[in-house]
């Protein structure tokens, strides 16, 4: 389909991330995913993950769009439908009824503002149930040091792109979550350098 696109690093992730959210996601509720993206890991959670329910979301047109394609090509348990969330709001489509138990957001802190990494905690604080779940995924500075020579050069490249981008630094990120209720759970090693960050709401 048209508007249908296509990531191959989501192509590549997507198992290795699936093992882990079978381990730390909650039974029941909902899972919302911010910074859906193309909408491929959406499509490919939903479906292995019931009864949970997914609901992808994003800031850009085209990329719901993207997802929504994904999702009308899928037999059995899809995705709901995406919504349109800026992470650095305080203002979030999100209704009681949603019955959201977990937060989950791949490759979008370091490509993002900080300011989108603090509302993303924030909101998770705010929306997040006892014991609810906030996972994040992708690279992290470990003690403010990068783990490995490629994350110090993927972090380079990013700010020459957008001074405003940037791999973060856990203990930053661990920080804002204290703040929000949140505490910093297991951190998980991942392939190509990256991590599975698992935050509950106390």
């Given at each position: 389909?048209?508007?249908?696109?296509?990531?191959?690093?989501?192509?590549?992730?997507?198992?290795?991330?699936?093992?882990?959210?079978?381990?730390?996601?909650?039974?029941?509720?909902?899972?919302?995913?911010?910074?859906?993206?193309?909408?491929?890991?959406?499509?490919?959670?939903?479906?292995?993950?019931?009864?949970?329910?997914?609901?992808?979301?994003?800031?850009?047109?085209?990329?719901?769009?993207?997802?929504?394609?994904?999702i009308a090509e899928i037999d059995g348990a899809a995705p709901l439908q995406p919504r349109a969330i800026?992470?650095?709001?305080?203002?979030?489509?999100?209704?009681?009824?949603?019955?959201?138990?977990?937060?989950?957001?791949?490759?979008?802190?370091?490509?993002?503002?900080?300011?989108?990494?603090?509302?993303?905690?924030?909101?998770?604080?705010?929306?997040?149930?006892?014991?609810?779940?906030?996972?994040?995924?992708?690279?992290?500075?470990?003690?403010?040091?990068?783990?490995?020579?490629?994350?110090?050069?993927?972090?380079?490249?990013?700010?020459a792109r957008n001074p405003e981008w940037g791999v973060r630094n856990l203990d930053d990120i661990a920080?804002?979550?204290?703040?929000?209720?949140?505490?910093?759970?297991?951190?998980?090693?991942?392939?190509?350098?990256?991590?599975?960050?698992?935050?509950?709401?106390?």
């Amino acid at each position: 389909m048209a508007d249908r696109r296509d990531a191959p690093a989501a192509r590549r992730n997507a198992s290795a991330i699936l093992e882990v959210l079978r381990r730390i996601l909650p039974e029941s509720g909902t899972v919302l995913e911010i910074g859906s993206g193309t909408g491929q890991h959406a499509a490919a959670f939903a479906s292995a993950l019931t009864p949970l329910r997914w609901l992808p979301s994003d800031p850009d047109p085209d990329q719901r769009a993207s997802i929504a394609s994904w999702i009308a090509e899928i037999d059995g348990a899809a995705p709901l439908q995406p919504r349109a969330i800026n992470a650095a709001s305080a203002d979030w489509d999100v209704r009681p009824e949603d019955g959201i138990t977990a937060i989950v957001t791949v490759n979008v802190m370091h490509i993002s503002p900080w300011a989108v990494c603090q509302g993303l905690v924030a909101n998770a604080g705010r929306l997040l149930p006892t014991s609810g779940v906030l996972y994040l995924y992708g690279p992290f500075k470990r003690a403010g040091q990068h783990t490995a020579p490629s994350n110090a050069a993927f972090d380079a490249n990013l700010q020459a792109r957008n001074p405003e981008w940037g791999v973060r630094n856990l203990d930053d990120i661990a920080t804002l979550g204290e703040d929000a209720g949140l505490i910093l759970d297991p951190v998980i090693d991942m392939p190509s350098n990256n991590f599975s960050v698992v935050f509950r709401r106390l």
